[in-house]
Nanobody, 126 residues
C-alpha cells in the first residue's frame, strides 16, 4: 500500500509559477512510476505528466501536449517525493492536481494507476 500526500497548490497570476510536491510512504518508492493528473470543474480528469521508476539512476518523463515545455516532473528517491514544476501558468491550468503511483514497468502511455492522493487545488487568475 502506498499513501500519497500532495502539497504546494495555491493561487497564482497568469504567467507565474508553482511547484507541487507529492510525498509517498513506503520503502520502495524508486520502483514506482509516478504521475500527475488534473481535473477542472465540469471536466474529466486528464493526464499531465509521468515519470518512470528509476533504473540505473535514470527515469523517463512524459508530458501532455498542453503542458509540454512549461511543466517539469522530477523525483527525489531519497525523499520519497515527486515534484511538478509549473511555469508560464495559464488560467486553463486551473484544476485540482492529483498525484498517482503504480508499480514500475508498464509501458509509457498507459494511464492506469493504483494509488492516488487527495489532490491539491491550483488556481490561475487572469
Amino acid at each position: 500500500q502506498v499513501q500519497l500526500v500532495e502539497s504546494g497548490g495555491g493561487l497564482v497570476q497568469a504567467g507565474g509559477s508553482l511547484r507541487l510536491s507529492c510525498a509517498a510512504s513506503g520503502r520502495t518508492f524508486s520502483s514506482y512510476d509516478m504521475g500527475w493528473f488534473r481535473q477542472a470543474p465540469g471536466k474529466e480528469r486528464e493526464f499531465v505528466a509521468a515519470i518512470t521508476y528509476t533504473i540505473r539512476s535514470s527515469s523517463i518523463a512524459e508530458y501532455a501536449d498542453s503542458v509540454k515545455d512549461r511543466f517539469t516532473i522530477s523525483r527525489d528517491n531519497a525523499k520519497n517525493t515527486v515534484y511538478l514544476q509549473m511555469s508560464s501558468l495559464k488560467p486553463e491550468d486551473t484544476a485540482v492536481y492529483y498525484c498517482a503511483a503504480r508499480p514500475g514497468g508498464q509501458r509509457l502511455g498507459v494511464r492506469n494507476y493504483d494509488y492516488w492522493g487527495q489532490g491539491t487545488q491550483v488556481t490561475v487568475s487572469s
